[in-house]
């Protein structure tokens, strides 16, 4: 099941990214916030995970881990439809 969910995200993953910025700042646009949220987000998790464990409280890193899930896909079920106002139109005119 899994995988089935990662090939949908992949497949799409480039058209997605592509539509939201124009292309004179879309490697900036895309690169960027990549970037922050790896650094903080996989920069943490590790210190999470040893210190939810130390205080016995593993399953906390896991709801942590959900947590961050659940925003990330309120964010992607709230993007705007970008059908009729798609950047690459734009750009190929």
Same mark, same amino acid.
């Given at each position: 099941?899994?995988? $089935? @969910? /990662? ?7 480039? $058209? $997605? #990214? ?6 004179? @700042? +879309?490697?900036? !646009? @895309? ?5 922050? &949220? /790896?650094? $903080?987000?996989? !920069? &943490? ?7 939810? #464990? ?23 079920? &709230?993007? #705007? ?5 798609? +950047? ?6």
């Amino acid at each position: 099941m899994a995988l $089935v @969910i /990662v090939s949908g995200y992949s497949s799409i993953n480039a $058209v $997605v #990214k592509a539509e939201l910025f124009p292309v004179e @700042i +879309r490697a900036l !646009g @895309i690169g960027l916030p990549h970037a922050l &949220t /790896v650094a $903080v987000f996989g !920069g &943490t998790a590790e210190y999470l995970a040893l210190w939810s #464990k130390g205080a016995g409280h593993e399953a906390y890193f896991y709801w942590y881990a959900t947590a961050c899930i659940a925003i990330s896909l309120v964010v992607f079920l &709230t993007m #705007k439809e970008t059908l009729n106002s798609s +950047r690459l139109n734009h750009d190929a005119a």
